[in-house]
C-alpha cells in the first residue's frame, strides 16, 4: 500500500510514521506540509491512499474538492482534531473517504489506513457520535450528490427547504405557507430535482452546507418523506 502523508505539524507526521512503520504492507511514498506539495507529490508519485489533515495550517478544506476532481481514484482519509457536525459534513460532501479523529486509538487508526485503502469507509466512533448527535445518518450522506455548479434556488424553495430541515411534513408547511399539499408536494419533487438528491436527507445536507440553517437548530424527522 502506498500511502502519502498530508499534515503540517512536524510531530504528527513522526507520530503516523512510527505507528505505520509496524505495518509491513504499508509504504509511505510522500509526507506534504502545504496544499502545493501534496498537489505536487500526487501527480508524482503513485498513491492509494491520502493521509490528510485539512484543518492543519498550510491546508484547507477546499483542498479535498481539488484532490477529489483531480485525483477521483485516491481515497481520502481525514485525520483531524475534533470538529463541529457541519464541518465534518462539508468534509464528507467534498470527498473525503473516511474520517478518523486524531486521539482515537492506534489500533483504530490502522484499521482506518487498512479498510480506506481497499476501498470501505471507515469512521471512528466519535466522528459517527458527533454527526449521530446532529441526527444525520452517515448512509445518507450521498458524496456524489452537489456539484459545484450554481444551483437557481428560488426564494419560495429556500423557505421550503428551510422548513423540511427543521422537521416539518408537508402539510405542517402546507398550513404555514397556506399553499395545498399538492403544491407543497410539487416544490419538494422540484427541490430534489435541482439539488440533484434523492431523499430529505439530502435537502437537511444542502441546507446545512449553504448555511440556511445551522446543524444543531434543526429536528431531522424520519418520516420517510421523498
Do not use: W
Not at 507520530?15 to 502545504?34: C, F, M, P, Y
Not at 491546508?59 to 485516491?74: A, G, Q, T, Y
Request: glycine share 4%; proline share 3%.
Amino acid at each position: 500500500m502506498k500511502l502519502l502523508i498530508a499534515d503540517s505539524s512536524d510531530l504528527v507526521r513522526l507520530g503516523i510514521r512510527s505507528l505505520l512503520k509496524t505495518e509491513l504492507e504499508i509504504d509511505i511514498v510522500g509526507e506534504a506540509v502545504n496544499s502545493e506539495e501534496l498537489l505536487e507529490m500526487l501527480g508524482s508519485f503513485e498513491t492509494d491512499l491520502v493521509l490528510l489533515d485539512y484543518t492543519s495550517s498550510g491546508f484547507e478544506i477546499d483542498d479535498i474538492v481539488k484532490l477529489h476532481k483531480s485525483f477521483p481514484n485516491v481515497p481520502i482519509l481525514a485525520v483531524t482534531p475534533e470538529q463541529s457536525a457541519q464541518t465534518l459534513v462539508d468534509a464528507l460532501r467534498s470527498g473525503v473517504t473516511s474520517y478518523v479523529k486524531k486521539d482515537c486509538s492506534f489500533p483504530e487508526i490502522i484499521d482506518a489506513v487498512k479498510q480506506t485503502a481497499k476501498g470501505d469507509r471507515f469512521f471512528c466512533g466519535q466522528i459517527l457520535e458527533t454527526i449521530q448527535r446532529a441526527n444525520l445518518n452517515v448512509e445518507d450522506i450521498d458524496i456524489d450528490a452537489f456539484s459545484c455548479d450554481a444551483v437557481a434556488i428560488s426564494p419560495r424553495e429556500s423557505e421550503i427547504i428551510i422548513m423540511i430541515a427543521e422537521g416539518f411534513t408537508n402539510a405542517q408547511i402546507a398550513d404555514k405557507l397556506f399553499l395545498s399539499n399538492h403544491t407543497i408536494n410539487t416544490h419538494r419533487k422540484n427541490i430534489m430535482a435541482k439539488l440533484g438528491v434523492k431523499n430529505t436527507a439530502g435537502i437537511v445536507m444542502y441546507a446545512v452546507k449553504t448555511n440556511l440553517i445551522s446543524p444543531n437548530k434543526f429536528l431531522f424527522t424520519a418520516e420517510g418523506e421523498a
